[in-house]
């Protein structure tokens, strides 16, 4: 971890403020335990079920956060963010709920089912093709500047950052004091938010990142200190296949995070596998990372008690077929 005294992008005095503006309107959503899952992993685990929170995942949080804090001449301008998946449904989202206008860039080639769900809560969706080299956030620029629209990033910005990290201090009221925290990691969004909270509520809580080993980027950057980029990472882990962590969230991550490991993608079906199966929970592959993460047995959690994020269920059930046979 870094102790510079320099100030920190987000405080927990963010998150505790980001969760009086979801209050009543994200689900609190349960914690879930497991003996069967206990006993394989020899820990106490207590699962943050953010697969159940509204629009499938943690997203909303954040996204939410952002849209209510911004000033009533920016909500009749809208708001436009760069997404294929989860961040679109939630911006969407939370634009319908506030009343803000929502634009959603996606890639052409993006699944029909999240284009769908992403017009359903209100959006216009614009194209753009990737294939072509076209930039997503170049895209996002263009629309900001013809519609005077404010950019919603998917999770380089402060307000994302303290509404994701409502999940921890949510899970850590529940739950109690924790020994490990394990927590998906793709640009580090819920990761520094998390950490954030766990950081004050819980402060012997170590904080462990976890991406896919194909997208190994954030713990390349934890371990030099550099930010790292990977370029289209070939993993099932959709949700985390971004290329770099942000100017917001890595300074946070080297602050209070403890450590950043990462998984395979076999690991990543076997854990799926588990919480489908056994604990009756639909995860996506992107949700299942800190669970694996777990069960890799990269840190020694025996006789710990362990906070795991469930981060997101919204899959693509003909291809989880696949990857289960």
């Not at 070939?234 to 991550?253: E, H, K, N, W």
């Not at 919204?314 to 291809?319: F, G, S, Y």
């Amino acid at each position: 971890m870094n102790d510079s005294a320099a100030p920190a992008a987000v405080t927990y005095a963010d998150v505790e403020a980001a969760a009086g503006r979801l209050a009543g309107v994200a689900h609190r959503t349960p914690v879930a335990t497991s003996r069967q899952f206990d006993a394989l992993a020899g820990c106490r685990a207590f699962f943050k079920c953010e697969n159940l929170q509204r629009m499938g995942a943690f997203k909303f949080r954040g996204a939410y956060n952002a849209l209510a804090k911004l000033p009533a001449d920016a909500r009749r301008r809208g708001v436009v963010a760069f997404s294929s998946g989860n961040h679109a449904q939630a911006v969407a989202l939370a634009g319908r709920l506030l009343g803000i206008p929502a634009t959603i860039v996606m890639p052409a080639d993006a699944p029909a089912v999240k284009v769908a769900a992403t017009r359903e809560y209100g959006a216009e969706v614009i194209f753009y093709d990737r294939a072509a080299g076209e930039s997503r956030e170049a895209v996002a620029e263009r629309v900001s500047r013809e519609k005077g629209a404010t950019v919603i990033p998917p999770f380089d910005h402060p307000d994302v950052v303290a509404g994701q990290g409502t999940a921890a201090k949510e899970l850590l009221e529940d739950a109690g004091p924790l020994d490990y925290l394990f927590v998906c990691c793709g640009g580090a969004g819920l990761l520094s938010g998390c950490a954030v909270a766990a950081s004050h509520l819980s402060p012997a809580t170590r904080v462990i990142g976890v991406e896919p080993a194909a997208g190994d980027d954030a713990a390349r950057s934890f371990r030099t200190r550099t930010l790292q980029r990977v370029e289209n990472p070939v993993t099932i882990a959709d949700g985390a296949r971004t290329q770099s962590m942000g100017a917001v969230t890595f300074p946070l991550v080297l602050r209070h995070v403890h450590d950043i490991i990462t998984v395979t993608d076999a690991e990543l079906v076997e854990a799926m596998r588990f919480l489908w199966e056994r604990m009756k929970l639909v995860v996506e592959p992107t949700g299942a990372l800190a669970t694996a993460g777990v069960l890799s047995r990269a840190i020694d959690v025996r006789a710990r008690r362990v906070g795991i994020i469930l981060s997101g269920g919204n899959v693509d059930l003909r291809a989880m077929a696949s990857l289960f046979a």
